[in-house]
């Protein structure tokens, strides 16, 4: 079946550093998105980008943030100058056909910053 | 803003029992209601879908849609030791292509 998948699993940086989180959507899927879950907190929407640009983003989303899809499979986001509050479960998802809005999650990339 | 409130628990039953997860949205506009289960340490995993009023079965588990009350439930039938984890509800806001979440309900079945 196919899924969603996300490198790295947990990644450990130092505050002020910038991290790239990587994403490998499911591949008839359009919609692509960051979701993010701070330790104990809700599922966060971040940013959603269909046809190379972003279509909704949040307000938590500001110019730290970035996402791109630098060639036809992976979905990016970065994080630059990173704070301690960006450490979270960050998760991909893409949606699925059929206008269902069900939206398919990777396993998540764990961000720790130090 | 668009909210999507659920009771946090813990809920607990015992094994073999009927577990009932409930859930409140704001936006009347709504089209779409997702449950998605997440063990600890991991991804949301989509188990029900619901887009009508009514009710829906799969399996063991029944999602309920009342529009008009802006309320959606989950029943799980004969609930098992393995159904212990974070029942999280999700919303499609209207006009919009992403999810709004709930904070969860914890689940825990007793055996």
């Known amino acids: 079946e196919p899924e969603v998948t996300q490198t790295p699993s947990h990644q450990v940086t130092q505050m002020g550093q910038e991290v790239i989180l990587r994403c490998v959507p499911i591949s008839n899927h359009l919609y692509f998105y960051w979701y993010r879950q701070i330790l104990g907190q809700k599922v966060e929407f971040l940013v959603s980008f269909y046809n190379n640009e972003i279509s909704e983003k949040s307000e938590i989303f500001d110019d730290q943030f970035s996402v791109e899809r630098p060639d036809g499979s992976n979905f990016t986001l970065k994080i630059r100058s990173t704070k301690l509050e960006d450490s979270a479960m960050y998760f991909c998802a893409s949606l699925g056909g059929g206008n269902t809005g069900e939206l398919f999650f990777g396993e998540g990339s764990r961000l720790t910053v130090l | 803003q668009k909210e999507v409130e659920q009771n946090s628990g813990p809920l607990s039953v015992p094994e073999g029992a009927i577990a009932s997860l409930n859930c409140t949205y704001s936006d009347r506009g709504s089209q779409s209601f997702f449950w998605y289960r997440q063990y600890s340490g991991k991804s949301p995993e989509l188990i029900m879908s619901i887009y009508s009023n009514g009710d829906k079965e799969d399996g063991r588990f029944t999602a309920q849609l009342n529009k008009a009350s802006q309320y959606v439930s989950l029943l799980i039938r004969d609930s098992q030791p393995s159904d212990s984890a974070t029942y999280l509800c999700?919303?499609?806001?209207?006009?919009?292509?992403?999810?709004?979440f709930g904070s969860g309900t914890q689940l825990t079945v007793l055996p």
């Open positions: 999700a919303v499609n806001p209207q006009a919009a292509r992403q999810l709004t």
